[in-house]
């Protein structure tokens, strides 16, 4: 990479720990406590989005005597997470630059009261509590009072709010995790987070399985269908277990000390127009005019405002970045949620998607159909990652993973009404293992470790929405498609979108293994401030 733009520039200090020998995998306690509170958003995450298919399959046979959802309603209800995640990447990516990582978006009020800044309520933790009063809020559905399509608006119109909550969580964990990360191990810790969404999905399925046997003698000796309400709030209720564990750890953790000097670190210094420049604080050169430096007088950190992101982005080296992470999250998740939100045709084809026998065993063969997927291709391809991020890089593993479902989904698209379950089997269980070693898991990883911390919050949650609006668009169109045109177009769609990451990736991102992007940061604004006082000499 070249030397000026910083694209492969390392932290002394992590050399310095990787000549000793500290191997990436080998994470100290301070590690494994970060990861105990910053990945249960991530574990939510998956819970929360997958959870809804088995629970929309229980409202049908509560609701709607097993007939079909209606599909708009049937789109909201799966969908409704997803928006409200992308208001929430959106809000919460902006905030915590912008106040830190512990201050709230009640500033103006806690300065004209004068309340000291250590007790400031915190954003990081707020996702989390807007997940529980989301879930909460779900679980009050009165079905019995409201007609089925009106319980359907209910229910998904709160699963807004649980997913403004999960969205925010993003933003907030990845930034946090890599502002008290070295590099040299910033991307095992990362992979870890990320990896918990495997964990979600299976717990997901596993609570749903639990549950429904646990009803088995009403539901399905008795044929009392009604107690699938008792089921559904159950199976979301407990997601409420691993957040009420961690919102108090979240809620206490301090501020980074890498964001707070970051916010801190650099002042206005007018050049010409309306164009400034950033020097490092302290004392301003001899030769240097009063009028020339602008130095803030009060204590408190300047907020790292939307005019100055995009003062930040009008350089096109950065532009692009924010575009590539934006692009392949979006792409991606096209790909991902479309099968995933989508796992009828899937548990059709290796039969289990419970066309047979009571209510209550096809709702369980359903929940064992999810479970099945989850453990033969979502893990394996999660933990793999972990194991290689540091030796073969995040844009070679998102590359191959791209390349690998895009072989995956043209197979399945081709083969599609003449393979055997066996044959359907494989060809699923690689297309999710290369999904997970692969681009879901880069996207991610990516934008945490491209931006300097002074703005890593708001890209990462910008990236995070555009995948999001992503999964919105296949989760709406790919029923209602699938049903005009056939899955098997819809899987080509897919192979063709799984290209197009290829060509996203290779063309704006660059390799962000052992980057220290604040290093990188502060040396292009020392550069840029020695070019402008050149001029202002000339």
Same mark, same amino acid.
């Given at each position: 990479m070249d030397a000026a733009t910083g694209e492969d520039e390392r932290d002394g200090q992590s050399k310095v720990q990787e000549k000793m020998g500290n191997p990436a995998l080998m994470l100290s306690r301070e590690d494994v406590g970060l990861l105990g509170i910053t990945a249960t958003g991530n574990f939510l995450d998956a819970y929360d989005y997958f959870i809804i298919n088995p629970v929309s399959t229980m409202l049908q046979y509560e609701l709607f005597a097993g007939n079909t959802l209606p599909p708009k309603l049937e789109g909201y209800l799966k969908s409704g997470a997803l928006i409200g995640s992308v208001l929430g990447q959106l809000l919460f990516g902006y905030l915590g630059d912008a106040f830190g990582r512990k201050a709230i978006c009640w500033y103006t009020f806690v300065h004209a009261t004068n309340i000291p800044t250590e007790l400031w309520p915190r954003i990081d933790g707020k996702e989390l509590l807007t997940v529980i009063i989301?879930?909460?809020?779900?679980?009050?559905?009165?079905?019995s009072v409201l007609s089925p399509s009106d319980s359907l608006i209910y229910l998904a119109s709160f699963r807004i709010i649980v997913g403004i909550g999960i969205g925010g969580d993003y933003p907030m964990s990845s930034s946090i995790t890599t502002d008290r990360t070295e590099p040299w191990k910033r991307g095992t810790v990362l992979s870890y987070i990320v990896a918990m969404q495997g964990w979600g999905s299976l717990v997901g399925s596993l609570v749903a399985i639990i549950v429904l046997a646990a009803y088995k003698h009403v539901i399905n000796d008795n044929g009392e269908v009604n107690k699938l309400d008792a089921v559904w709030r159950i199976t979301i209720g407990l997601s409420l277990i691993p957040a009420f564990a961690t919102i108090y750890q979240r809620l206490t953790l301090p501020e980074p000390p890498l964001h707070s000097a970051a916010r801190r670190k650099y002042v206005d210094i007018p050049l010409s127009g309306t164009n400034t420049a950033r020097e490092l604080q302290g004392e301003p050169d !001899?030769?240097? &005019?009063? &009028? !020339?430096?602008?130095? =803030?007088?009060? !204590?408190? =950190?300047?907020?790292?405002?939307?005019?100055?992101?995009?003062?930040?982005?009008?350089? *096109?080296?950065?532009?692009?970045?924010?575009?590539?992470?934006?692009?392949? *999250? +979006?792409?991606?998740?096209?790909?991902?949620?479309?099968?995933?939100?989508?796992?009828? +045709?899937?548990?059709?084809?290796?039969? +289990?998607?419970?066309?047979?026998?009571? =209510? *209550?065993?096809?709702? +369980?063969?359903?929940?064992?159909?999810?479970?099945i997927i989850t453990v033969l291709g979502f893990l394996p391809g999660y933990y793999l990652t972990v194991f290689t991020i540091h030796r073969l890089g995040r844009k070679w593993i998102q590359v191959q993973g791209a390349l690998m479902t895009a072989l995956f989904m043209a197979i399945l698209a081709a083969k599609f009404h003449s393979l055997d379950k066996a044959g359907f089997i494989v060809c699923f269980t690689l297309l999710q293992f290369f999904f997970n070693f692969g681009a879901n898991m880069t996207i991610y990883i990516i934008p945490a470790e491209l931006f300097p911390s002074r703005y890593r919050a708001f890209a990462h949650g910008i990236s995070a929405a555009s995948g999001r609006c992503g999964a919105i668009l296949s989760s709406l169109v790919f029923n209602q498609l699938s049903k005009s045109v056939g899955t098997p177009v819809i899987l080509w769609i897919f192979f063709a979108v799984s290209l197009l990451t290829v060509v996203v990736t290779l063309v704006f991102l660059p390799e962000t293994n052992g980057r220290d992007a604040d290093v990188i940061f502060e040396k292009e604004l020392q550069e840029k401030y020695a070019r402008a006082r050149s001029s202002r000499a000339a």
């Open positions: 989301g879930t909460i809020l779900c679980l009050s559905t009165p079905t !001899d030769k240097m &005019e009063a &009028e !020339d430096v602008s130095i =803030p007088v009060e !204590d408190t =950190p300047r907020k790292a405002h939307i005019r100055e992101f995009l003062e930040y982005l009008s350089e *096109w080296k950065h532009a692009k970045h924010l575009i590539g992470t934006c692009l392949s *999250w +979006f792409l991606t998740n096209i790909a991902f949620f479309g099968v995933n939100l989508n796992q009828n +045709f899937v548990l059709e084809q290796i039969g +289990f998607q419970g066309s047979t026998g009571t =209510p *209550w065993q096809k709702l +369980f063969r359903v929940a064992t159909g999810s479970l």
